[in-house]
């Protein structure tokens, strides 16, 4: 699975949006987008996944580049709440075997500010 | 809540004892993985289960073991405990057949090696 790069932290003000970006720029054409985050002491909950088209769910929307070397996540009113590690991986959503390898780097520790 | 249930959620060993990790995977969900998390690292997988076999495997050693049951629910195993040991122990269950390769975490067991 390609690797990728995000920033180590960012700081985000209550209310306004969050984007966090990723770089991956080996992508290949079969592999998918994934966000989880963790908040402290929880495991990681999922967000977000796409290939190459824009996604949007209750949670968050993820914009992937044309060219599909980068994306950025955004979570349009950002809370407290929301103040959590961002993890940013791509892999192959597979049928069967393997699914569960989910290589996870350091992520972006987003904290969101009053 | 993701319906992934993980005990003990604290303990502590001493190096050389054994320890067993236990997890209920979300309702309906037949495979099982294992992910390691150092302090201020991101997640890394261990192993993962699927119909009661190992399928896949990260770089860890024999000591660290696992078990399916036919109720789906898992069990880790870690023998002749090291200090590096010391870790949040996630288990992630998911539905093979779905698309998407969401994987649904629980809280984790932490633990202290001494």
């Known amino acids: 699975d390609a690797k990728t790069t995000q920033p180590t932290s960012m700081d985000c003000a209550e209310g306004r949006a969050a984007n966090l970006p990723c770089n991956h720029s080996t992508i290949s054409g079969n592999e998918y987008v994934y966000w989880y985050r963790q908040i402290h002491s929880q495991g990681p909950q999922y967000i977000i996944h796409g290939l190459k088209n824009n996604e949007t769910n209750e949670m968050a929307s993820l914009i992937i580049t044309e060219d599909r070397k980068s994306s950025t996540l955004i979570l349009p009113h950002a809370t407290l709440r929301d103040t959590a590690v961002y993890y940013c991986i791509v892999r192959v959503a597979k049928y069967g075997g393997s699914q569960g390898n989910l290589i996870f780097g350091k992520g972006t520790k987003l904290s969101v500010k009053p | 809540e993701t319906g992934v249930t993980q005990s003990p959620t604290h303990l502590i060993k001493t190096r050389g004892q054994q320890v067993t990790l236990r997890c209920s995977s979300q309702?309906?969900?037949?495979?099982v993985s294992w992910y390691q998390q150092a302090l201020g690292q991101g997640p890394q997988f261990i192993f993962q289960y699927y119909r009661e076999e190992e399928n896949g495997r990260g770089n860890f050693p024999p000591r660290f073991s696992g078990l399916q049951f036919p109720n789906y629910s898992s069990e880790l195993n870690v023998n002749a405990l090291e200090l590096d040991d010391s870790a949040l122990y996630l288990c992630a269950s998911s539905l093979t057949v779905a698309n998407t390769g969401e994987l649904f975490f629980g809280e984790g067991s932490r633990l202290t090696v001494l």
């Open positions: 309702s309906g969900h037949n495979t």
